[in-house]
């Protein structure tokens, strides 16, 4: 799990915002002001910040749910980027984020150059209602680079039995991170190369052809925009129930994410 086959048809129709499933209890959002206590880079494309502060202690936050970070740009404008949570430690005080560094934007250029012991004013989280199909007796994870933080998140979460696997596109193997596989999960790297990102047929082919397991289950997508519009199509268009996927778009290949933090809908 997955087959080794996978995804792809486009259309412009824009997946909702945040699909199903809705927890019927998260943890609350809250604006915090937080240091950053460590800066690594985990290979070629990602960076690891680790968050600290007071307010971090005891937090909480569902897999899958993400920070929105108030980043200056421009003529001290501030601009909202969100980014997945990859841990977060409640005894420590600390939450690690992982930050893809392509592009020339507000968090590319945050991320490239912070140090220990900057100061975010403004940290609002955790927010996001995709996470885990508590119902789901298998889960599928589909994405780019931008969703292996919040894919690993999740599998982390599972419980061990838990039938999960994930197809992950990344730059090379380089890129690929680290993750304590388990008989009963699975992750499928895809390396595009020198292939400009955002492409949706790889993933498409990976995921045409792939049969579910038995049982009710749940596929979550995270990718550019029309990529997770091009996935979560050829699930329809195989016949998979709507209400068992979670697709979102996490960034635009021609423009950038709007003030908010996220992409615009296509039209």
């Known amino acids: 799990?997955?087959?080794?086959?996978?995804v792809v048809r486009v259309?412009?129709?824009?997946?909702a915002r945040d699909d199903p499933p809705v927890p019927a209890s998260l943890p609350p959002p809250q604006t915090m002001a937080l240091d950053v206590g460590l800066v690594r880079d985990l290979g070629p494309t990602f960076r690891e910040?680790?968050?600290?502060?007071?307010?971090?202690?005891?937090?909480?936050?569902?897999?899958?749910?993400?920070?929105?970070?108030?980043?200056p740009w421009g003529n001290g404008e501030l601009v909202s980027r969100r980014y997945t949570f990859r841990r977060a430690d409640p005894v420590a005080g600390t939450a690690d984020l992982n930050v893809v560094m392509h592009g020339d934007g507000p968090a590319p250029r945050w991320a490239q150059s912070v140090r220990p012991g900057q100061t975010l004013q403004e940290a609002v989280g955790p927010r996001g209602k995709i996470t885990l199909d508590a119902a789901a007796e298998w889960h599928l994870f589909i994405g780019d680079e931008t969703y292996v933080p919040g894919t690993?998140?999740?599998?982390?979460?599972?419980?061990?039995?838990?039938?999960a696997g994930a197809v992950l596109e990344v730059p090379d193997a380089a890129d690929e991170q680290p993750f304590a596989s388990q008989p009963s999960k699975e992750i499928r790297w895809l390396h595009r190369h020198a292939a400009a990102p955002g492409d949706p047929r790889r993933l498409v082919e990976a995921l045409r052809g792939w049969h579910s397991p038995p049982g009710r289950g749940h596929v979550y997508i995270a990718a550019e925009l029309r990529v997770a519009l091009a996935l979560r199509d050829e699930l329809l268009a195989q016949g998979f129930p709507r209400n068992q996927i979670s697709a979102?778009?996490?960034w635009s290949r021609e423009r950038a994410n709007a003030i908010r933090g996220e992409p615009d809908d296509l039209t």
Not at 1 to 6: A, D, F, Q, S, V
Not at 11 to 15: G, L, S
Not at 152 to 163: D, F, Q, R, S, Y
């Open 1 to 6: 799990m997955p087959r080794r086959t996978t």
């Open 11 to 15: 259309t412009q129709t824009p997946p």
């Open 49 to 71: 910040i680790r968050l600290q502060g007071a307010a971090l202690y005891g937090f909480r936050f569902a897999p899958g749910q993400d920070l929105m970070l108030r980043l």
């Open 152 to 163: 690993l998140a999740m599998l982390e979460a599972l419980t061990p039995e838990a039938l």
């Open 248 to 250: 979102k778009g996490y």
